[in-house]
T-cell receptor
Framework: QKEVEQDPGPLSVPEGAIVSLNCTYS??????FMWYRQYSRKGPELLMY????GNKEDGRFTAQVDKSSKYISLFIRDSQPSDSATYLC????????????FGSGTRLSIRP | ETGVTQTPRHLVMGMTNKKSLKCEQH?????MYWYKQSAKKPLELMFV???????ENNSVPSRFSPECPNSSHLFLHLHTLQPEDSALYLC?????????????FGPGTRLTVL
């Protein structure tokens, strides 16, 4: 079993829809959680960073961590065509960035 | 130039060639990273340098050899690669080597090994 599981998609939704992206994980010791966005031919960029459980909101983006279910989510409200990208979840047990485990990414397409 | 730059953006090499990838960051960061990104696979960390010292080598084959001459530059020297080494190689930097400090990624070098 992979430590971090992420549905590769592709996921296609109409503009304006609410998007839900998810990852599950097996290691209950993970406590640092991140979401990255990667556009085609670009490197990933950090969208959201959360420590431990709970929700975090930033504009149209909300990150949720449910440690009891070992499940994290990224919600995108009022989705735009510019949100079309691959979204990577990432998590770590330790504070060292060298221990981050990444998901394989979900390709998202927002239809105008 | 700002951010993290990588050259070349594309590289095609034969299995007997020797080439180098270059990464430069203009952010004043102290930690630099090499990652490998293959299609439909998770991002794999290869090497980490913190304050110019290598702090992580994730069981990377010796045909990949990193070099960090100063905190702004990072190289990945390649020799006798295999076709399965074809991938996108990403460089990143952060203020220090902790999770709480955002990693900034370059655009990557798309490597094809024939």
């Amino acid at each position: 079993q992979k430590e971090v599981e992420q549905d590769p998609g592709p996921l296609s939704v109409p503009e304006g829809a609410i998007v839900s992206l998810n990852c599950t994980y097996s290691n209950s010791a993970f406590q640092y959680f991140m979401w990255y966005r990667q556009y085609s031919r670009k490197g990933p960029e950090l969208l959201m960073y959360t420590y431990s459980s709970g929700n975090k909101e930033d504009g149209r983006f909300t990150a949720q961590v449910d440690k009891s279910s070992k499940y994290i989510s990224l919600f995108i409200r009022d989705s735009q065509p510019s949100d079309s990208a691959t979204y990577l979840c990432a998590m770590s047990r330790y504070s060292s960035a060298s221990k981050i485990i990444f998901g394989s990414g979900t390709r998202l397409s927002i239809r105008p | 130039e700002t951010g993290v730059t990588q050259t070349p953006r594309h590289l095609v090499m034969g299995m007997t060639n020797k080439k180098s990838l270059k990464c430069e960051q203009h952010l004043g960061h102290n930690a630099m990273y090499w990652y490998k990104q293959s299609a439909k696979k998770p991002l794999e960390l290869m090497f980490v340098y913190n304050f110019k010292e290598q702090t992580e080598n994730n069981s990377v084959p010796s045909r990949f050899s990193p070099e960090c001459p100063n905190s702004s530059h990072l190289f990945l020297h390649l020799h006798t690669l295999q076709p399965e080494d074809s991938a996108l190689y990403l460089c990143a930097s952060s203020q220090d080597g902790t999770v709480g400090n955002e990693q900034f990624f370059g655009p990557g070098t798309r490597l094809t090994v024939l």
